[in-house]
């Protein structure tokens, strides 16, 4: 069983930036592919950016493109996400998630708490 813990939430202005990780325990995840997901209050959770096992192919949501980078360090069993010019759209929980190559929230196992990024105007 994997455990995720996301972590570097927090409170920013308009145009700032956080880099939020996604610490992994009880077994590798360097095998697995890696999302990001974020849900703002009574939307859906939606995807933001998905890295492969080796890390060399990656994905984003068009509204986070440009501005958002996922990467994996597989030696600490860690994922991160730099979020730079953050909007107040940008504001919700964001958590972390094993799973297959897809958008679909549906296609991801084990899922993190989750970390809250508030943006404000």
């Known amino acids: 069983q994997v455990q995720l813990v996301e972590s570097g939430g927090g409170l920013v202005q308009a145009g700032g930036s956080l880099r939020l990780s996604c610490a992994a325990s009880?077994?590798?995840?360097?095998?697995?592919?890696m999302g990001w997901f974020r849900q703002a209050p009574g939307k859906e959770r939606t995807f933001v950016a998905g890295?492969?096992?080796?890390?060399?192919?990656?994905n984003y949501a068009d509204s986070v493109k440009g501005r958002f980078t996922i990467s994996r360090d597989n030696a600490r069993n860690t994922v991160y996400l730099q979020m730079n010019s953050l909007k107040p759209e940008d504001t919700a929980v964001y958590y972390c998630?094993?799973?297959?190559?897809?958008?679909?929230?549906?296609?991801?196992?084990?899922w993190g708490q989750g970390t809250q990024v508030t943006v404000s105007s």
């Open positions: 998630a094993t799973g297959s190559i897809s958008y679909d929230v549906r296609a991801y196992d084990y």
């Open positions: 890295i492969t096992a080796s890390g060399r192919t990656t």
């Open positions: 009880g077994r590798t995840i360097s095998n697995q592919f």
